[in-house]
């Protein structure tokens, strides 16, 4: 799954829960931002991205 359908998803499922529009506002905000930084990767790779950040960050060698 990509992080442009994800998204759709996201929204749709927020929506329904009756997020408001100001917060579904600042939620697209921060996708577009990710999207700009990396691109519309499949969500796999997104989480093998973060989770190697995070391992040297809990390592102590950021």
């Known amino acids: ?5 994800l998204w759709r998803l996201y929204e749709a499922d927020k929506r329904i829960q009756e997020f408001s529009t100001r917060t579904l506002k600042a939620h697209a905000l921060q996708h ?4 700009q930084e990396l691109g519309n990767l ?3 790779e997104v989480i093998r991205l973060c989770s190697t950040k995070l391992q040297r960050f809990s390592l102590g060698k950021s």
């Open 1 to 5: 799954m990509q992080l442009s359908e």
């Open 32 to 35: 577009k931002m990710l999207m």
């Open 42 to 44: 499949d969500i796999t």
